[in-house]
C-alpha cells in the first residue's frame, strides 16, 4: 500500500458511515473502518482524532464560513438579515455533500450520546454567531435572539433536507422555515 | 435528632447551594451539605437522589405545570399563544422561589458540565411542549417552530430575570422577549 492514498479521507468517512448504520456507532473501531476503506489504521488517526471526529470534524469548516459571512454582511444588513446570510453561506458545502450528510443524520438519530453531542455543538455554534453580532455593535438580547432564531430556523430546515426525500433545495427549505417561523410568532 | 425535620428539603437546597456557591458544585459531598444543613445524610438522600438532583430536582414540576397549561389552553388558541400560556404557567412557582434561583443560576454558571445538563434539560422540555402541541392537532414544522420560539424566550427572559437586580418580573420579561423577537424576524 503506498502511503498516498487517493482521496484517503473520504474513503474513510464512507467507510465509517456505513459501518456506523450496519452495525451501530458503538461497536465499530478506528481498525473496522481503515479495513473497510482498504487503507491502514495509521492512515485513519492521520486524518481523524477518533470515530466521533468522523461525525463532526466537518463542523469547523461550516462554522468558519458562517462566521465569514457575517464579518462581510454589508453595514446596512439588519442582525436576522446577517443571520440568514450565515446560514446560506454553509448552504453549497453542504449541497455538494447530501448524501454524506444523510448518512451522518441517520447515524446520529440512532445514537442519544451523538444527539447530545450535536446540540451541544449547535448551542456552541450559536454561541459564536451572537458573538459575531455584537462584534460588529449589535447589543443584547437581540444579538443572542436572532443567533438562537437562526439555530432553529437551520436545525428545523436541515433534518427536512436530510430526511424528506423530495427536499432537496436546502436554501429554500430555509427561507421557507423561516417564513414559517414569522407566521407562527404572528399567530 | 427526630425524624421529622420541618423544611429539610428547603435547609438541604440552601445549605447545597451556598456551599456550591463557596466551594464549588465538585468539591461539595451529601455529607456536607447535610452537616451543614443541621441533618443527617440519610436525610439528605430521602429527599435527593444526588446533589445534581438539588439543583435539577424542580424542574418535573416545572414541566408537569407546562405541560398542563398546554392541555388546558381554549380550542381557539394559536400555538404561540399556547406555548405563552405554557410559560406564563411557571412564573408565580419560580417567582416564589426567586432568591434560590438566582443562587442556582449563579452555580450552573460557574460549571460547563451543569451548563451542559441544563441545556439538554431545556431541549428536552422543548421537545415535550412539541409533543404536547401535536397532541393537540398541530402539524409540524409549526409544533416544533412553536416550542422553539418559547425555548428562546424563556432562556432569554429567564436569565435576564436571574442576573439582572432590577429585573423583577419574569411575566413582563417574557412578554418583552417576544416582542423583541418579533420584531427582530421583521427585521
Redesign the interface.
Known amino acids: 500500500m503506498s502511503r498516498w492514498e487517493p482521496n484517503a479521507r473520504g474513503r474513510l468517512e464512507q467507510a465509517a458511515l456505513e459501518l456506523y448504520q450496519d452495525q451501530g456507532y458503538e461497536q465499530t473501531t478506528a481498525t473496522e473502518i481503515a479495513e473497510r476503506a482498504g487503507l491502514t489504521e495509521r492512515t485513519f488517526f492521520r486524518h481523524f482524532a477518533d470515530k466521533r471526529e468522523v461525525l463532526f470534524g466537518e463542523q469547523e469548516n461550516l462554522l468558519k464560513m458562517s462566521l465569514g459571512a457575517v464579518e462581510s454582511a454589508p453595514d446596512t444588513s ?4 446577517i443571520i440568514l446570510a450565515a446560514l446560506e453561506a454553509m448552504v453549497p458545502a453542504l449541497q455538494d455533500r447530501r448524501e454524506t450528510v444523510r448518512q451522518r443524520q441517520s447515524v446520529i438519530a440512532a445514537n442519544p450520546g451523538l444527539q ?1 453531542r450535536e ?2 455543538k449547535l ?1 456552541q455554534f450559536t454561541f459564536f454567531l451572537a458573538d459575531a453580532l455584537r462584534k460588529r455593535g449589535v447589543t443584547d ?2 444579538a ?3 443567533a ?2 437562526g439555530n ?1 430556523v437551520f ?2 430546515a436541515y433534518e ?1 433536507w436530510a430526511v424528506e426525500p423530495g427536499a432537496s433545495d436546502l436554501s429554500r427549505l430555509i427561507q421557507q ?2 417564513h ?3 407566521s ?4
Open positions: 439588519t442582525p436576522i438579515e447530545e446540540l451541544l448551542a438580547p437581540e443572542s435572539l436572532a438562537n432564531t432553529i436545525k428545523t427536512r422555515t423561516f414559517q417561523l414569522k407562527i410568532l404572528s399567530g
